[in-house]
């Protein structure tokens, strides 16, 4: 669970903080991927691409992937695009 800890700031004021230990288990993002709906290859969903059918799946996998608790950094790696991007098509999708 948790635990309570403090610190200092440098300028000998004091502050606490809580630390979480609890590990939360996320489903690798190749294996969300594969789940999805459309029989597409990896590698076309990684590729910088505009066609319309791997955008859809693509943005279709972004939406899935932050709902399931990714980071859009994490997502943004993965699909080797920037986490502007990601970001963009989160809040679109709202």
Do not use: Q, Y
Request: with cysteine.
């Amino acid at each position: 669970m948790g635990s309570m800890a403090m610190g200092s700031d440098g300028n000998g004021v004091a502050f606490t903080f809580a630390v979480f230990t609890e590990a939360v288990s996320l489903m690798p993002t190749d294996r969300l991927a594969r789940g999805l709906k459309a029989n597409l290859a990896l590698e076309m969903l990684r590729f910088p691409t505009r066609v319309r059918k791997v955008t859809a799946v693509r943005r279709e996998f972004v939406v899935k992937a932050v709902k399931m608790g990714h980071r859009p950094s994490a997502v943004a790696a993965f699909l080797r695009c920037t986490p502007s991007a990601i970001s963009k098509i989160v809040a679109r999708s709202l």
